[in-house]
C-alpha cells in the first residue's frame, strides 16, 4: 500500500533535477551510478509515474543531517534489474516498448492503470528472457508476447492486470482526495474479514466521502473512527459484505497523508477472485478475438486482488476448472503475483478443457523453459 502510495504521490522530483546531493564524494557517485538502464530508459520524461521516486516526497521535509538515499528504493532497482535482462537478452520489439515505457504520463487520471499493465508486461518478460526463452514483443494488435512452437506454429501470451475497485483503490482515492489540504495524518482501514475483491461502487464512493470528510474536520476532533459495510459488486453470486472499521490518527508535522490496510479474516474467497478474472479479462471480447488467432496462454497479474497470495495461488486450478465456458478461446490462464519489490513472479495455470489438444501440445512446447513455474 504505501508503496503504490509513493509511486504515485505528487512531487517536484524529476530525472536529473532531483535534489543536490550533499553527501560525501562516494555518496555521490552511488547515487550518479544508480538504476543505469531505467534512466536511460527514461530518457528525457519530465511527467512520468516513477520519477515521484527520484528524491524524497515533495511534503517530506529531510535534515540536511539525514541521507535520504532514494536510489535504493526496491521499487526502482527492482524495476532496474528488469530491464536490464531485457537489455541483455534483446528480444524483438524491444524499442517499441521503451517507446510506451517513456510515453506514460503520471498527470494522466489512467497514469496507475496503464504503469501497472505495463510493469506486468516486463515482469513476465523480463522473467521469460532469464530463464532462456525465446520470444518478441508483438508491435502490432494482439497478443503481448510472441512465441513459435517447435512444429513451427506461432503461439501466444497475453498478460492484463486485475486490480478492481476494492479496499486498496479506496485508500488510495481518499489519500489523492486528501493530498492538496496540506495535512498530516494516519488512514486504517480495518477489515473484520476479507473484504469483497470488487466493492459496489455506491458503497466505495459514500466510503471515500466519509473518510475525506473526517479527516478534513479532524482539528475539531483529534480522534476518528466510525465502521462503514462494504457489498461486493455481485451479491446475489453469494460474495460476503464486510464490516470496515476506519482510523483517523493525526501524526507529527511534515509527515503527510499516510494509509494502511489490515484484515482480521483469511484469504479472500477463491472463487470472488476468478469470476473478476473470469469477467475481465477472461471474457473481453477484444482479447477473445485476439486468443482465436492461434494458440494462447493468457496470464493476469492479481497482485493488486486485496488479500491475494498464495493461498489462492494453491487453489487456483481447482477453483477455475468449473469456470470455463466451452467458447472460450484461450487454451490456459495463469495467475501472477508479483509486488513491486519482487523480480520474479509466481504464477499458477488453470487449462481449458474445452481447448484442442494439438494447442495445448504447441503452447506447452513453445515455454518448455518456464513449464514448470507456470505449472502449465
Not at 532531483?18 to 511527467?47: F, H, I, K, M, Y
Not at 506486468?120 to 497478443?143: I, K, R
Not at 478474472?277 to 477472461?282: D, T, Y
Request: proline letters at 9%; aromatic letters at 6%; a negative charge.
Amino acid at each position: 500500500m504505501a508503496d503504490a502510495e509513493h509511486l504515485f504521490a505528487s512531487g517536484d522530483a524529476q530525472l536529473g533535477n532531483s535534489p543536490a546531493c550533499t553527501e560525501p564524494v562516494a555518496g555521490c557517485e552511488e547515487e550518479a551510478r544508480a538504476v543505469p538502464v531505467l534512466r536511460a530508459w527514461l530518457g528525457n520524461s519530465q511527467d512520468h509515474p516513477l520519477l515521484a521516486l527520484f528524491g524524497p516526497p515533495a511534503d517530506l521535509v529531510v535534515p540536511p543531517s539525514v541521507r535520504y538515499t532514494w536510489w535504493r528504493d526496491p521499487i526502482l532497482t527492482t524495476f532496474n534489474d528488469m530491464l536490464a535482462i531485457l537489455e541483455r537478452t534483446g528480444p524483438a520489439g524491444l524499442d517499441r516498448m521503451r517507446n510506451r515505457f517513456r510515453e506514460l504520463r503520471a498527470t494522466n487520471p489512467e497514469g496507475r492503470k496503464d504503469f501497472m499493465n505495463f510493469r506486468a508486461e516486463v515482469t513476465v518478460a523480463a522473467f521469460f528472457a532469464e530463464h532462456g526463452l525465446c520470444f518478441g514483443f508483438n508491435t502490432d494488435p494482439g497478443p503481448d508476447l510472441l512465441l513459435t512452437a517447435p512444429s513451427g506454429r506461432p503461439v501466444a501470451v497475453e498478460i492484463s492486470t486485475r486490480a478492481p475497485h476494492a479496499l486498496s483503490s479506496i485508500a488510495n482515492e481518499v489519500v489523492t482526495g486528501l493530498r492538496d489540504r496540506s495535512l498530516d495524518l494516519k488512514i486504517h482501514f480495518h477489515a473484520h474479514d476479507y473484504p469483497p475483491v470488487s466493492i459496489r461502487s455506491r458503497e466505495r464512493d459514500d466510503l471515500v466521502r466519509r473518510v475525506v470528510t473526517a479527516a478534513t474536520n479532524l482539528k475539531a476532533n483529534p480522534f476518528a473512527a466510525f465502521k462503514a459495510t462494504v457489498i461486493p459488486d455481485r451479491p446475489e453470486d453469494g460474495y460476503a459484505a464486510c464490516t470496515i472499521t476506519v482510523q483517523i490518527n493525526p501524526l507529527p508535522k511534515g509527515s503527510g497523508i499516510q494509509a494502511a490496510i489490515s484484515m482480521s479474516g483469511g484469504h479472500p474467497h477463491e472463487h470472488d477472485v476468478a469470476s473478476e478474472v473470469a469477467k475481465q479479462p477472461l471474457r473481453d471480447k477484444k482479447k477473445q478475438a485476439q486468443a482465436r488467432t492461434k494458440p494462447t496462454l493468457l496470464i493476469a497479474d492479481i497482485t493488486g486482488l486485496d488479500g491475494a497470495g498464495q493461498h489462492t495461488l494453491r487453489h487456483w486450478s481447482d477453483t477455475f476448472a468449473s469456470a470455463w465456458a466451452p467458447n472460450d478461446p484461450f487454451v490456459a490462464l495463469a495467475a501472477m503475483i508479483c509486488p513491486a519489490n519482487h523480480l520474479s513472479p509466481q504464477l499458477a495455470t488453470s487449462h481449458n478443457p474445452h481447448a484442442d489438444p494439438a494447442d495445448l501440445h504447441d503452447l506447452q512446447t513453445a515455454l518448455v523453459p518456464v513449464r514448470h513455474y507456470l505449472g502449465l
